[in-house]
């Protein structure tokens, strides 16, 4: 009885371990050529509007395969969750939703300003400073913003424990903000130090701080349409027929050394 009281604790003490790991499992997409080369592509996890030559972006069935799955007009917004580069240098992305996935060419995507994008233009003025919120917001409603001034906001009420910053950035009006790399399933998420339960009329009355509002930048391309250049059909039924023959001569051996 106290055996399998110790092995139901052990299990139990296992899957509390387990629960919070999943929680923070990159989403994978459920595209056969990614599952093929999984170990050769990078996880990519940012939002792209379209922007290819003639008005669109087309989408093919895999990097090596020119069979079309969509297209997309210019704006479309997508979100790309992995990459790949082809032996031609060419890096493509992958989009899957309602269980239909394809892949484009990257050069005709145009990245959404967000927090990455924040801390590239203005990693100079971004600060190492470390501290928690203030105590009198415990329970209290407060956003979480994407980056200093975006026009995406996440509401979260501030449970047992104050949300932990370690860098902070000061903006064009003065107000402070700190980054949180982690809050009960948010990343990387920015708190405004000053008014944490404040929107954006709050904080701007006169003039919002106009970061990530560039407009997107006209390609000019030159030459032929970037399509796959691999031959995957063919390898497919190369190594199908190989398959096949293996089977047949396994088959022909094994009925020999019967005889």
Request: hydrophobic share 35%; glycine share 10%.
């Amino acid at each position: 009885m106290k055996k399998r009281i110790c092995v139901l604790g052990v299990f139990f003490c296992c899957m509390l371990c387990v629960i919070p790991a999943q929680a923070d499992t990159i989403w994978e997409p459920q595209d056969s050529f990614y599952e093929d080369h999984a170990s050769e592509c990078t996880y990519e996890g940012r939002t792209y509007t379209a922007n290819g030559p003639d008005g669109v972006v087309i989408l093919y069935a895999s990097p090596l395969s020119d069979r079309k799955i969509d297209t997309w007009e210019n704006g479309f917004e997508a979100y790309i969750s992995f990459t790949y580069e082809d032996k031609q240098g060419t890096l493509w992305g992958v989009y899957e939703q309602d269980r239909k996935s394809g892949w484009m060419p990257m050069e005709y995507m145009d990245v959404v300003y967000d927090h990455i994008s924040f801390e590239q233009e203005y990693g100079a003025e971004i600060q190492e400073m470390y501290g928690t919120l203030n105590e009198q917001y415990m329970g209290k409603e407060i956003l979480l913003w994407e980056y200093p001034g975006s026009p995406y906001q996440s509401a979260m009420t501030v449970r047992d424990r104050l949300p932990y910053y370690h860098t902070t950035y000061e903006d064009s009006v003065g107000h402070l903000w700190g980054n949180v790399g982690y809050y009960y399933g948010y990343k990387d998420v920015w708190i405004c130090l000053d008014k944490p339960d404040g929107g954006m009329d709050a904080l701007y009355p006169d003039t919002a701080p106009g970061i990530g509002e560039s407009q997107p930048v006209e390609k000019e391309f030159d030459g032929e349409r970037i399509t796959p250049q691999g031959r995957e059909g063919n390898v497919a039924a190369l190594a199908a027929v190989m398959v096949l023959a293996v089977v047949l001569v396994t088959g022909g051996l094994l009925f020999a050394l019967k005889k």
